[in-house]
Structures are given as C-alpha cells and as structure tokens.
C-alpha cells in the first residue's frame, strides 16, 4: 500500500522525533509510542496551516513527552536499584540532523545528566542545543517566555557538560579497553582491572528488580575490582558473547545469559582509562535488540 498524503510529509521526520522522544524518555518503546501518537495527531491536523512541518512536528513531540515524563517520574521513584536508558544499538540513526556539539550524542553519561533534569529544562536544552529549535519557538512550545526558555537551557547545558567525560578515546582504542576489562572480569583478574580503571569510576547496573544487579552504583575502581574478583569466585554462570557493538554510541557488547535473554555492557572511557561501566540486565529494556542475541 502506497503512503497516502500526511504520511508522505511525516515520514521524513520520523527519525529524528524519535531521536528527540528518545532523549526526553530513555526508552525506546515509549520513545517510538509518543512519535506514533504524533503521527495520528499530524493526520487530523489542519496541514494546510502549519508553515514549518518540523518545527510544529517537534514542538507535538516534546509536549507529547512533558505528558509522559509525568507518570515516568512515578515510575523511577519505585524502581529497583539504578536507572538506566534502554540500549540503542543505531545511534546515528537517531542522531540530530546538524553538527552541532550534542547533535550526535546519545552516551549514557547525557542521557542520566537529561535524567536529572525538569522536564522543561530537557525539552528547552533538547530542542535549542540539540535540534536548532529558535528559543521563540520553544517558548511556545513550553508555554514561557524567551528569557525564561534560555534560562533553563542554559542550566541544562552547565549540568550536561559537567557530567560529560574530559576526553574522548578512538573506537578502536574503546573496544580495545572493553575487551580487556571483560577478560579481566571473567578472570577476577583484580589487578588488571584496577589498570584499566580510572580511580573514580564507576558502576551503574541496572536489573530492574527483574535480575540480580548492584542495588547501589558503586564507586572507586578499588571497590569495582574487588566485586569482580568475588563474583568470578563463585559458580560460574554459562553467559557467552554474542557480539562486539556500539551502544548509545560507546564501546559496547552483548551477551547471552543461559536463558537466552541478553545483557548489554557498555564503557565510558576518559584518558586512556574505562571512567564508567553500564550494565543493563533488566529484560525489559533489552527485547527489542533479541534479533541481535546469537539465534538471529
């Protein structure tokens, strides 16, 4: 079936709203969800008065997603240990279509530092620094004046660089350090792991209350290597690789639990050093990359 008119002018758009959902969200389906309602919204809409398709496109979307934001802070009060966004695999896809500082940024370190924002201080430094949204048309978007719109996107922005890693590190030079920390770890090699560590690392793992996980992040490399050391102690566990991958844009693998289901590991790497560790195991947030476990 061909697309009819209003998905004709939609569908151009459909990746980068996603992009933009997906960073307000954290969540894939919920990000995929918002952008769908969207389009349902976009097809009784009176087009023939909208000027700008994705300026009226992205200001649905962010409001679509202050809606949602609601119930997901209900949410996160009662979630089990740490939070973590869902996986991507395909950042580019997602990515903003400019070159701009953030444009192609999805790295767990922005998307906890997005976390930890109002949902109006995101949506104004999402769709200024992110987007090229004009704060005019964010302070419609956001029911607040100009002023008050680069107010909360110039608090984001400090709150985002600050959580960002000092330097980058080649992917090459990534993967190379994710492999050696995960043969370290199945090792409970603690010495080696406390080379590859930055001294103020830190883990996030994130089950969800579904799988085991940490209940806390853990901090130090001296505290992360130790945990390591002690869980290779223990029985081990029949998981294998299913495979080497960018997650959200940073040295990533997946692996398969016995059960089949996957874990997604990911590594934030500053200076030469692994800074930050993500594990996320919560089922949940990993069915929609199955079709990337070892049966696919």
């Known amino acids: 079936m061909r697309p009819d008119g209003p998905a004709l002018a939609f569908e151009p758009h459909r990746a980068r ?7 307000m969200l954290g969540s894939v389906a919920e990000a995929e969800d918002a952008v769908q309602d969207a389009y349902l919204r976009w097809h009784e809409a ?19 997603c202050i809606d949602r934001l609601k119930s997901a802070r209900v949410r996160r009060e009662t979630y ?7 996986p991507v695999l395909d ?12 444009a192609a940024d999805l790295s767990f370190a922005l998307m906890l530092a997005l976390e930890r924002l109002s949902p109006l201080e995101r949506a104004a430094f999402l769709l200024h620094d992110v987007f090229d949204v004009d704060f005019s048309e964010i ?4 029911g607040r004046s100009d002023a008050a719109c680069r107010q909360l996107a110039a608090r984001a ?13 080649s992917p090459a030079e990534g993967e190379a350090l994710l492999s050696a920390f995960l043969r370290a770890a199945q090792e409970g090699d603690a010495a080696a792991l406390r080379c590859l560590l930055a001294e103020g690392a830190v883990l996030h793992g994130d089950g969800g209350g579904q799988r085991r996980a940490a209940l806390n992040i853990i901090v130090g490399r001296e505290h992360i290597a130790r945990l390591f050391a002690g869980l290779a102690r223990k029985p081990r566990v029949a998981r294998r ?23 997604a590991i990911a590594v934030e790497c ?25 049966a696919a």
């Not at 709203?17 to 960073?23: E, I, P, S």
């Not at 959580?163 to 980058?168: D, G, H, K, V, W």
């Open 80 to 86: 089990i240990g740490p939070w973590l966004p869902e």
């Open 139 to 142: 302070a419609m978007t956001l």
């Open 17 to 23: 709203l996603t992009g933009l959902a997906y960073r």
């Open 46 to 64: 009176d087009r023939s008065a909208v000027r700008d398709a994705a300026g009226f496109l992205y200001r649905l979307v962010t409001r679509l």
């Open 241 to 263: 690789l299913a495979g080497m991958v960018a997650i959200n844009g940073l040295p990533g693998a997946l692996v398969a639990e016995p059960d089949g289901s996957l874990l």
């Open 157 to 169: 922005r400090a709150h985002v660089r600050a959580a960002r890693p000092r330097f980058s590190v």
């Open 270 to 294: 500053d200076a030469g050093r692994i800074a930050a560790v993500y594990f996320v195991r919560n089922p949940e947030k990993l069915r929609h990359l199955q079709a990337h476990g070892p």
């Open 91 to 102: 950042a580019e896809a997602l990515a903003a279509p400019n070159d701009g500082e953030f």
